[in-house]
């Protein structure tokens, strides 16, 4: 089956810096690509994804690259904030299954 | 839209118990997935559902059963509770044939004692 391999597991940035979480996957049939975020106690929230026949994809401050020849995709936070500070999913669909990587930690410093 | 919901959304059992949650999607969503979350494991699938039929399972005992109805809600069932088996246990749907775009619910979190 499928497995998804997320790093780091814990990321520490100052605010207005970027961070960037990078995501590995086993499968290459696998075609969709979210990331979630997930605050304290929350749901996970669908932040951003992509779809295989796409490279990069934008939106604001979020950015997700994906290169399939070598299976990986990444996320990029731009001039991050303090309400930036969550854990971090990234996850691969194959077969109707989402599996996830086990996750980031980052956290924002004023 | 009204977003995912479930219920309930505590519950403490015994080992040696069962327990059912139910979960209603999006309107509109006919795909629903079941995950358990814990601190070590993360986020595992343990099953997807779309129009009643179960069309994928992940690798959990088969304590773990679910199902779903006509009108796409969903349960699932966990059998002979475990003391392991305490976690958050959340559904998601997608409007879509594929589960692309899955939106969570806000998880029930089972105790085992």
């Known amino acids: 089956g499928e497995n998804v391999e997320q790093h780091p597991s814990t990321l520490s940035v100052q605010e207005g810096d970027s961070a960037v979480i990078k995501c590995t996957y086993s499968d290459s049939a696998s075609n969709y690509f979210p990331w979630y975020k997930q605050e304290l106690g929350k749901r996970p929230q669908l932040i951003i994804d992509i779809r295989s026949n796409v490279g990069e994809k934008k939106d604001q401050r979020i950015a997700v690259t994906l290169n399939k020849t070598a299976k990986h995709f990444s996320l990029h936070i731009t001039e991050t904030q303090p309400e930036d500070s969550a854990v971090y999913f990234c996850?691969?669909?194959?077969?109707?299954?989402?599996?996830f990587g086990a996750g980031t930690t980052v956290t924002v410093r004023a | 839209k009204a977003g995912v919901t479930q219920t309930p959304r505590y519950l403490i059992k015994t080992r040696g118990q069962q327990v059912t949650l139910s979960c209603s999607p999006i309107?509109?969503?006919?795909?629903v997935s079941w995950y358990q979350q814990t601190p070590g494991q993360g986020l595992q699938f343990l099953f997807e559902y779309f129009s009643e039929t179960q069309r994928n399972k992940g690798n959990f005992p088969g304590r773990f059963s679910g199902r779903q109805f006509s009108n796409s809600r969903s349960e699932m069932n966990v059998s002979t509770l475990e003391l392991g088996d305490s976690a958050l246990y959340l559904c998601?749907?997608?409007?879509?044939?594929?589960?692309?775009?899955?939106?969570f619910g806000p998880g029930t979190r089972l105790t085992v004692t």
């Open positions: 998601a749907s997608s409007s879509e044939g594929r589960i692309y775009e899955q939106y």
């Open positions: 996850a691969a669909l194959g077969d109707y299954k989402l599996s």
């Open positions: 309107s509109g969503h006919r795909s």
